[in-house]
């Protein structure tokens, strides 16, 4: 949607919002169906990474200095129900940084999963043309690219690449 508009680029507060709401609507058909979910192929998708109870993380104390200054900032002007569902997102927020630095740790586990996502989202340009896939795959792979630290795995993003410039030319598939 961005790259269609004019300078400068963006996504709009009803963008993001109606991003969250699709996001929002996926985790309510998981919540509903959960259990035959879970029995199902595509249950590997849906499990998370999880930090170890004992694991050690130690996050830089910018981090921590920022989560403390959004946790103070939500106490004022909120009434106590919008500063509790705050506080929630922020101590969400903390782990979400907890689990990126644990698994950053575990550099070729992250360099493994972004070479497979690559090969998932040029499976995706076959839906280029709907309206909530318009450029998705591409920007993907755009920042996979730059993603990858090390130079010697982008030779596999290669096909994925290859695909995108084609937008998946299935024709053969019929």
């Known amino acids: 949607m961005a790259l269609a508009m004019s300078e400068p680029r963006c996504v709009d507060i009803e963008q993001i919002l109606e991003m969250f709401m699709l996001t929002r609507g996926v985790k309510d058909v998981v919540m ?14 849906l499990i998370g990474y ?20 959004l946790t103070k900032l939500v106490e004022s002007p909120c009434d106590q129900e919008q500063s ?18 644990y698994f950053e740790a575990k550099d070729n586990l992250m360099t493994a999963a972004l070479i497979i996502l690559a090969d998932f989202v ?24 730059m993603a990858l630290k090390q130079d010697d795995y982008l030779k596999w993003l290669d096909w ?14 019929h």
């Open 32 to 45: 509903v169906y959960g259990e035959v979910i879970a029995k199902s192929p595509i249950a590997p998708m």
């Open 160 to 173: 994925p690449k290859a695909q995108s410039h084609d937008n998946m030319n299935w024709s053969g598939l």
């Open 50 to 69: 999880e930090v170890p109870n004992d694991a050690e993380i130690v996050l830089p104390d910018s981090v921590y200095d920022r989560l403390n200054d």
């Open 122 to 145: 040029a499976a995706s340009l076959i839906l280029e043309s709907a309206w909530y896939m318009r450029n998705w795959g591409h920007y993907c792979l755009r920042g996979i690219s």
């Open 84 to 101: 509790e569902a705050c506080k929630d997102a922020v101590s969400r927020m903390e782990m979400m940084y907890r689990v990126v630095a």
